[in-house]
């Protein structure tokens, strides 16, 4: 069974950084494309960044320069680098493998 499960997240200050983590447990990791979503309070589910398989990334607009996503195969893990945090990315952030989600975690950036 596929199991997605994120670990980071905390309240940090405007400018500062956070490195979000994502464990992932099944044999076809290597093979998939990974994502990261957020959903901030009274707002729609929105991608911030995906990583495919070839090594293919692609960022939304708010996030281009400031997020960075990665992946390591070996252990099954993916990551989201932030810099420059602003208010605007305070949202819980979800880890996405095909149409396995995991349950996220909490991002809030004071200004």
């Known amino acids: 069974q596929v199991q997605l499960m994120e670990s980071g997240g905390g309240l940090v200050q405007e400018g500062g950084s956070l490195r979000l983590s994502c464990a992932v447990s099944?044999?076809?990791?290597?093979?998939?494309?990974m994502a990261w979503y957020r959903q901030a309070p009274g707002k729609e589910r929105e991608m911030v960044a995906r990583l495919f398989s070839g090594g293919v990334t692609i960022y939304a607009d708010s996030v281009k320069g400031r997020f960075t996503i990665s992946r390591d195969n070996a252990k099954n893990m993916v990551y989201l680098q932030m810099n420059s945090l602003k208010p605007g990315d305070t949202a819980v952030y979800y880890c996405?493998?095909?149409?396995?989600w995991g349950k996220g975690t909490l991002v809030t950036v004071s200004s």
């Open positions: 099944g044999s076809l990791f290597r093979f998939k494309s």
């Open positions: 996405n493998m095909a149409e396995y």
